[in-house]
Structure formats: C-alpha cells, structure tokens
C-alpha cells in the first residue's frame, strides 16, 4: 500500500501544529526525561470509521504517568471504502493492529523503550464480532515482541482513538488507495 501525504503528520489535542515523525519522537523523549517518582508508560493504538466511503484510521501514541495524567500524539490516515469490502472488519481490524505494530518500532527503535499496543476488539470470552479473532488479533502485537491489550483496558485505541474518529474528514486530505504505488 502507498501512503498518503499525513503519514507521517502528528497532531497533540488542542494544537494546531503538525510533527514530523522525528519532531514527535523528540517531544516524546523531552517528557520521558522529566523525573517522574511512579516513572512513565508509553502505548500505541489504532482505530478506524467509515465517513462517507472513506475510512479513517487514527493512531495514537500515549505518555502517561500513573495518577498525574498524560500526553499524547495522533496522526490520521484516509483508505477508500474499496480497499475494505464489505464483510472484511477482520481485514480493518488487522490493519489497526498493523499501524499499531509499525509505530510501537517506530518507538522502540528511537526511544529504546518498549511500549504498549492497544487494541480495539473486545475479549475472546465476550459476544461483541472481535471477539471471534480478538486473540488472532493480540497475538499478531505480541508475536511482534509487544505486549498486547484488548478492550477493556486498550483505553488508547478505544477511547482517544475513537474520539479522533469521530471527526469530520478535511477536505484537502488524500485518500490511500492500495492500487496506487
């Protein structure tokens, strides 16, 4: 698949500024050198939602000191209804956990920790559609060498992300299409 022109374009809530890969990557290791006496966690999570006949697809990396709150990064990626046909979640759901997977590289390889990866499906013991492939799904995040959590507790991807989701396309954005080199 190609990438777009935001891929590598990360947004903090509330800023108008854009990253670089490199600029977030440095902000990052900014925070995570401040003195922290409960030490800081670091994850990454995906979530995606069909607007219109495009799907969104918004990743989060996520700093937080347990009990004195949190920062964190998102960058947002458009793919065309098309490359997702109809009864292919499964398929969505993969590519969450595959944009989840690159970036936690991304943070391991720059920031020389390992952070955990977020994921949007519900646990295998629960009705909800990812349940049937929730373990396939954290399996995939963990046989790449992270730790893996499922809803409940993948609040990255089912909450910040989700919230990201829900807003309305940009215009001026271009469309992944997985025909186009």
């Known amino acids: 698949m190609s990438t777009n022109s935001q891929d590598n374009v990360w947004k903090v809530a509330g800023e108008a500024a854009s990253y670089t890969d490199t600029e977030m990557l440095e902000r990052c290791r ?9 030490g800081f966690e670091v994850g990454v999570g995906t979530d995606s939602q069909l607007i219109k ?37 499964k398929l969505r759901m993969f590519e969450e956990v595959s944009k989840s997977i690159a970036t936690a590289v991304l943070v391991e390889e720059n920031l020389q920790l390992k952070p955990t990866v977020h994921i949007d499906a ?8 990812t349940s049937a ?5 954290t399996g995939y995040a963990v046989s790449s060498g992270f730790e893996a959590l499922s809803k409940p507790y993948s609040w990255i991807a089912s909450a910040i992300g989700d919230r990201h989701t829900k807003r309305k396309m940009r ?11």
């Open 133 to 137: 492939f929730s373990e396939q799904l």
């Open 171 to 181: 215009p001026d954005v271009k469309v992944i299409d997985k025909d186009t080199k």
């Open 30 to 38: 900014n925070i995570l050198s401040q003195n922290s006496p409960n």
């Open 53 to 89: 006949n495009v799907f969104q697809f918004v990743t989060v990396v996520s700093i937080w000191n347990r009990g004195k709150g949190g920062f964190y990064f998102y960058k947002m990626e458009y793919h065309p209804r098309s490359n997702f046909p109809p009864k292919s979640q």
């Open 122 to 129: 519900s646990a295998a013991n629960k009705a909800a559609f």
